[in-house]
């Protein structure tokens, strides 16, 4: 009783003196307006449509980003260019619906779809957190700097035939392959 | 009839006196809310708030405009009567005990003999503000924060009274003005070390603060006793609470730590450093310490703290006898 008393009094004063010295640490908040806060450039936040290294966009419009995103905020419309090259007519994406999980970006098989760190978006009309295309689109390659999707796929566009992607053989004629 | 102008002037300065002392402790008691939030955040590795004026010091006119502004609601279903009066037991009863304190050697709204039992008999009616206030409230949860406080106060104001008794069997008297001259040479915190233990828990305890706050209890009870009340009815229990704080500070330093005895700086200084250290140990102990479990508080109370404080009053006792003239 009386030694578990001293050391329950221990204890708290004990607690006490931590708590005092807490006062010298690290503030953990930040004046946010006035000071940035530091974000990783793996920080998941606003979404981007990047271009590949030729300036050509990225998007395919294949809609794996739409049937991954699990709120299912992102919309888009295919079409195709004359030289076969398919990209999105529209790309709609609502960041008010976005909970920024970023499997669109997982999902994404030529690296269009990317997060970035930036969460700054506040509006004050729910619709303008809707963001089209336009304000979708970036003019660089964003995180993946090299990667050019028609030069590795065995799609067949105009200037590239099929077996002239990178590593590609060309094409086999699969009747010679008959016994 | 004619009235000696020397008595008009001294009855005008004691009650400019008086006046003075009301405003300064209720200023005090609202600055203390935006103080000790700002003190939780220092240590918490927070900034706390910062934001209305120049570097928060504003917040205090921002929340005192908010709560006057509230709807001031009574509930359909509460007993007005008493609702209107808890708060207003609550608040008097606490500003009515600052007429004892001995803030200088000049300054102080009365001098009684009585002084220390006059706080008792303030402290016993606080009880009313809750119990009424809980009762009047209609609402569940009001009633048990009620009771709880109730059962605290009651159980704690036992072993106040008798933490005090040592301090007065040393000073021989009620008045607090005398127990401030006997601590001349050596604060009674030293030979009433247990007294001021038990005193500073029983303190806590009444006024309610963390870790004594089961009343209040925020995440069992939403608030207790005053979750029906808006407004500046609200508001007058929510500085009352700081106004309990202030003056169980003021008290402790008046009993224990001398008053305004103290070398070098004027003796108003003096007092008020003092009280400023045991306000900020009022926010520490929120800051650190947990609330424990109703049950355990009250077995603490009778079981730790009465029997401590009745040793404490046998050894004075016992002193003061060995000591005295007469000799043992």
């Not at chain 2, 570097?55 to 509230?70: E, N, P, T, W, Y």
């Not at chain 2, 607090?176 to 500073?200: H, K, N, S």
């Amino acid at each position: 009783m009386l030694t578990s008393l001293i050391a329950g009094t221990w204890s708290q004063l004990r607690t006490l003196g931590m708590v005092f010295r807490h006062a010298f640490r690290r503030r953990e908040t930040v004046s946010y307006p006035e000071e940035a806060v530091y974000l990783p450039p793996r920080f998941r936040g606003r979404i981007v449509l990047t271009r590949d290294p030729d300036g050509e966009e990225r998007c395919v419009a294949c809609n794996l980003c739409a049937v991954a995103c699990p709120v299912d905020c992102i919309a888009l419309e295919k079409g195709e260019a004359e030289d076969g090259r398919w990209y999105p007519a529209t790309f709609r994406i609502n960041f008010s619906r976005c909970i920024y999980c970023g499997m669109c970006e997982e999902a994404c098989p030529t690296s269009a779809i990317q997060l970035t760190p930036d969460f700054e978006m506040s509006e004050y009309r729910r619709q303008d957190m809707v963001y089209e295309k336009a304000d979708l689109q970036i003019d660089g390659p964003g995180k993946d700097h090299d990667y050019h999707f028609y030069k590795v796929a065995g799609l067949a566009i105009a200037g590239k035939d099929k077996g002239e992607a990178q590593d590609e053989r060309p094409p086999r004629d699969v009747r010679t392959l008959l016994p | 009839m004619s009235v000696p102008s020397e008595s008009v002037a001294a009855v005008l300065i004691a009650m400019a006196q008086a006046l003075a002392i009301l405003v300064g402790v209720l200023l005090l008691a609202a600055v203390m809310t935006v103080v000790e939030r700002r003190l939780l955040a220092l240590w918490q590795d927070r900034l706390g708030p910062n934001r209305v004026g120049p570097a928060g010091s504003l917040q205090l006119v921002a929340d005192m405009i908010k709560v006057l502004f509230k709807e001031d609601w009574i509930p359909p279903f509460a007993d007005r009567a008493l609702f209107v009066l808890a708060p207003v037991i609550a608040m008097a009863s606490l500003l009515l005990s600052f007429l004892i304190i001995p803030w200088t050697p000049t300054w102080g709204v009365a001098d009684w003999h009585i002084g220390l039992l006059f706080f008792f008999a303030m402290a016993g009616i606080n009880v009313y503000a809750v119990l009424l206030g809980g009762w009047s409230s209609g609402n569940k949860y009001a009633l048990l924060g009620a009771m709880r406080a109730t059962a605290q106060t009651l159980s704690y104001e036992v072993f106040m009274g008798l933490s005090l008794m040592g301090v007065v069997a040393l000073a021989g008297s009620f008045n607090l003005r005398d127990i401030v001259a006997a601590q001349q040479g050596l604060w009674f915190i030293v030979p009433q070390f247990l007294g001021f233990c038990t005193f500073l828990i029983a303190g806590v305890a009444v006024t309610h603060r963390h870790p004594f706050d089961q009343p209040e209890a925020e995440q069992e009870l939403a608030d207790g006793y005053h979750i029906e009340y808006s407004g500046m009815k609200f508001g007058m229990f929510y500085v009352g609470e700081y106004l309990g704080m202030v003056l169980v500070s003021a008290l402790i330093v008046t009993l224990f730590f001398g008053g305004w005895r103290g070398p070098w700086l004027p003796p108003f200084v003096w007092f008020a450093l003092k009280t400023a250290a045991l306000l900020v140990l009022f926010v520490l102990l929120r800051a650190a310490l947990p609330r424990p479990r109703f049950d355990r508080m009250m077995s603490f109370g009778w079981r730790v703290c009465l029997p401590l404080t009745l040793i404490n009053l046998l050894l004075t006792g016992v002193a003061i006898l060995w000591l005295s003239p007469a000799g043992p």
